[in-house]
């Protein structure tokens, strides 16, 4: 785990930080490496926590894009409003991201299906920001443009956390979005494409098995 210190952003209790710096480096290669998949019963879970607090609707949103398209929290965090709503305010099918959206700075094409869609466009629908090319998702922060990778990550980590997900980060949404597809015989290069990834193993990496995937495994025999 990398040593460096993280940023104090929104963090002002002098107590606080030092407990979280203590116990938390907010980066996503640290969060990456054993993050929890959440089964549909978990997700559900955070739904329906998600919709008793505020933002709840931003926040859906934000939650599902990791788990039904599989980005990268800095991925989701550097979203433009245009990006994913075209001029006509209706969500793209696929999303283009620039490099200096993406981890590896490799520009790439996001595939969004039909649920996401609509869990987006009914957040585009009460959001509206004035200019086009604001981030798709705010931040409540005066004078803030968005959320950023860290930000995000550190909000992933708590909603987790207060939803009693032990292992749960802003990565596991992007595992459990692979795992899935795996489980449902979806083949690893495709995965990889999907992923964004240089390389096959860093995919294999994130496919956690489980006893219910070797359970319908050995039938195949």
């Known amino acids: 785990m990398s040593k460096q210190q993280p940023k104090t952003v929104?963090?002002?209790?002098?107590?606080n930080y030092a407990c979280i710096t203590q116990n938390i480096t907010f980066t996503e290669n640290a969060m990456s490496k054993q993050a929890k998949t959440?089964?549909?019963?978990?997700?559900?879970r955070v739904l329906d926590y998600v919709a008793t607090r505020k933002h709840s609707l931003r926040n859906r949103a934000m939650l599902l894009t990791t788990h039904y398209a599989g980005l990268r929290v800095g991925e989701v965090a550097?979203?433009?409003?245009?990006?994913?709503?075209?001029?006509n305010g209706e969500i793209r099918t696929e999303v283009h991201l620039a490099a200096h959206q993406t981890k590896n700075k490799h520009a790439r094409t996001v595939f969004l299906n039909e649920k996401l869609r609509k869990e987006l466009q009914q957040y585009a629908s009460v959001v509206k920001?004035?200019?086009?090319?604001?981030k798709l998702f705010y931040s409540q922060k005066k004078a803030s443009d968005g959320f950023t990778a860290n930000t995000l990550t550190q909000f992933f980590h708590y909603l987790y956390k207060r939803v009693g997900l032990d292992g749960a980060s802003s990565h596991s949404g992007?595992?459990?979005?692979?795992?899935?597809l795996a489980a449902r015989g979806v083949g690893v290069r495709v995965l990889m494409s999907l992923a964004g990834h240089r390389n096959i193993s860093t995919t294999q990496a994130y496919i956690d098995v489980n006893d219910d995937m070797k359970r319908k495994a050995v039938?195949?025999?």
Not at 78 to 87: N, P
Not at 129 to 134: D, F, G, M, Q, S
Request: glycine share 2%; aromatic share 6%; hydrophobic share 35%.
């Open 174 to 180: 992007r595992r459990t979005f692979i795992t899935n």
């Open 129 to 134: 920001p004035k200019c086009p090319n604001a």
């Open 10 to 15: 929104g963090i002002t209790n002098k107590r």
């Open 78 to 87: 550097a979203l433009r409003y245009s990006d994913v709503v075209d001029a």
């Open 219 to 221: 039938e195949l025999a």
């Open 38 to 44: 959440l089964n549909t019963a978990e997700l559900r």
